[in-house]
């Protein structure tokens, strides 16, 4: 029976019962994929959202714990009442 046929019939008879394999494979593969790709983007997401917030967190503190900020602080608000004050000057001044 095996001897009968040539080994292109067999060749191409082997062809012909991989292809349906190949395409139940694939279509499996691909429907994982997509699956596993739903679940994977939310916990890409929640990681995304979660070093954005450490980062800012992080920096914040770093920003108002040293010891320029309070300086920095200080100085703007001492340039806010010197512009309030010049401002006040010039408006009484023009009245007059």
Do not use: C
Not at 13 to 42: C, D, H, Y
């Amino acid at each position: 029976m095996l001897l009968d046929k040539s080994y292109g019939q067999l060749l191409s008879e082997g062809f012909v019962r991989a292809i349906p394999w190949a395409v139940v494979f694939s279509v499996a593969f691909i429907i994982t994929v997509k699956i596993s790709m739903v679940f994977l983007g939310q916990e890409v997401k929640k990681a995304i959202d979660f070093t954005a917030k450490t980062a800012v967190h992080t920096s914040m503190s770093a920003v108002l714990s040293s010891d320029v900020f309070p300086k920095v602080k200080q100085n703007t608000k001492e340039a806010i009442e010197y512009t309030v004050h010049s401002v006040n000057k010039e408006l009484y001044a023009k009245k007059k």
